[in-house]
């Protein structure tokens, strides 16, 4: 590549956070190619179109070029390789990096001399070190001369207007001075926000993990205090809103049925597993984990303890779930409590049945109003748009006597108002 030339793009994984990248250097005049496994993926892409929901993809993708390969020779073609692959946790939530290390080693296999690779996949500090950097050594390569390797977190927050990848700010790490300035330059060409150099790829790693356990722990401290305020008849919500009026200090979080997501209930696993090789325990990180993983057990109890008010058990009771998706207004299943609260209901011998607009293809029924008819009470998982405006008159005509909100989403004086008994999560 000559030095006036832009670089040729690859990115690997087209997901949330890879196919946004894509689509935004595609869109600022990079030769983007686009590098998946999931030729169905692949498909909808070359047709514009994205695998799935998300408003800013969907206007911008018609609009772009991004060449999508299933060939991994095509690679040879690029110079800067952006690893977007998925690092979940297995069930005992140990951290897997085999997406990681297996799109470094293909990278490493068909890239061309002088390419710089750049993970933006979460992860915690030392997997560049340990893992991403001997694959490339064992190569043949040299880091920083033959290639070079950063990481720049990703940042992608599904369902959100506003904050999209071509406007939330970055930081960016690498194992020497060139590779770090090559990174910064392709960020600051396609993100009009600043992007920070850490001084170490490590601090760039414990950037992102740092900033979603703060987040988890900060969910685990009202979500412990729903359940402590629940026994002084205090609504926390109010009390969260009341604290909230303090101009500085204090940052709101919600209490819910859990935790879920690809990030949040996963990176801090990434760090306490990490530390432990470092005699290190975060007792403070596994207890926020735990308090939030008992959030499902803790919103059955509560409708288990609704039922008992009209002489009902969960047994052979018909419960609604409304939600299966993680978060309001998208369709992403991965680490949903509602799949945990499904568990546990039909567990205490509940009959269930489903319905999330965003997922019609995995609900048991097809509207609002066939889960409505059908249900005898209603647990509320996910906070989508389209169930907050639910008239309460229709719980009412389709006899729903017990409504458990998980997402403290629903007019709770309305529905006491039409006699129906009303729980949320501290509220
Ligand atoms: N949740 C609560 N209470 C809260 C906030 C969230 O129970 O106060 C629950 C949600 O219902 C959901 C889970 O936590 O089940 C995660 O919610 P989230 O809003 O954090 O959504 P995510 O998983 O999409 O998180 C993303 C993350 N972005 C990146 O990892 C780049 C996270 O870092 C952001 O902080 C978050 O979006 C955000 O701020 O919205």
């Known amino acids: 590549m000559n030095q006036n030339e832009k670089p040729v793009i690859c990115v690997i994984g087209m997901g949330y956070v890879g196919l946004p990248l894509a689509a935004v250097a595609a869109s600022k005049g990079y030769t983007v190619y686009g590098f998946d496994n999931d030729q169905k993926k692949l498909d909808l892409i070359k047709q514009g179109l994205s695998p799935f929901k998300e408003e800013f993809l969907e206007q911008l993708l018609p609009k772009v070029k991004i060449n999508v ?21 297995d069930d005992k939530y140990f951290p897997d990096l085999g997406p990681v290390i297996s799109a470094s080693e293909t990278v490493a296999k068909n890239m061309r001399k002088g390419s710089l690779v750049i993970l933006e996949s979460t992860v915690n500090p030392g997997v560049s070190e340990e893992f991403v950097k001997p694959i490339f050594e064992k190569a043949g390569y040299e880091i920083g001369k033959d290639v070079f390797i950063s990481h720049c977190p990703e940042r992608v927050n599904p369902g959100d207007p506003k904050w999209n990848v071509s406007n939330i700010p970055r930081v960016v790490g690498s194992f020497d001075e060139i590779g770090l300035k090559r990174s910064q330059e392709f960020y600051e060409s396609i993100v009009d ?6 001084a170490t790829i ?7 993990i740092t900033e979603n356990s703060f987040r988890d722990i900060n969910i685990a401290f009202v979500n412990e205090l729903a359940r ?14 009341g604290a909230s009026t303090k101009p500085f200090s204090f940052l709101a979080h919600w209490p819910s049925c859990g935790v879920g997501g690809h990030c949040i209930p996963v990176d801090p696993y990434y760090l306490i597993e990490k530390a432990k090789e470092n005699d290190f325990d975060h007792v403070f990180l596994r207890a926020a984990r735990k308090i939030n993983n008992s959030m499902p ?3 059955i109890e509560l409708l288990q303890d609704q039922l008992n008010e009209i002489e009902k058990s969960l047994k052979g009771t018909i419960v609604g779930v409304l939600g299966l998706s993680y978060k309001a207004n998208v369709g992403d299943l991965r680490e949903s409590p509602s799949f945990e609260l499904i568990k546990l209901l039909e567990k205490n011998g509940a009959k269930v049945v489903t ?5 019609p293809a995995m609900s048991s029924t097809k509207s609002i109003d066939e889960l409505l008819e059908k249900s005898e009470a209603v647990l509320l998982a996910t906070n989508h748009q389209e169930f907050i ?3 309460v008159e229709k719980f009412v005509q389709s006899n729903i006597k017990v409504i458990t909100d998980g997402k403290n989403c629903l007019n709770k004086a309305e529905i006491q108002k039409h006699g129906i008994i009303y729980k949320g999560i501290g509220r």
């Open 297 to 299: 057990e803790y919103t």
């Open 202 to 208: 490590r601090e760039a790693e414990a950037v992102k």
């Open 355 to 359: 319905f999330d607009p965003f997922v």
């Open 69 to 89: 390969f299933s060939n991994p020779k095509l690679m040879s073609e690029c110079d800067i390789h952006i690893i977007c692959v998925p690092t979940p946790v």
């Open 228 to 241: 402590s305020f629940e026994r002084m008849d205090i609504d926390v919500t109010n009390v969260i809103k």
């Open 389 to 391: 405006n639910i008239p």
């Open 193 to 198: 926000a600043k992007i920070m150099p850490m």
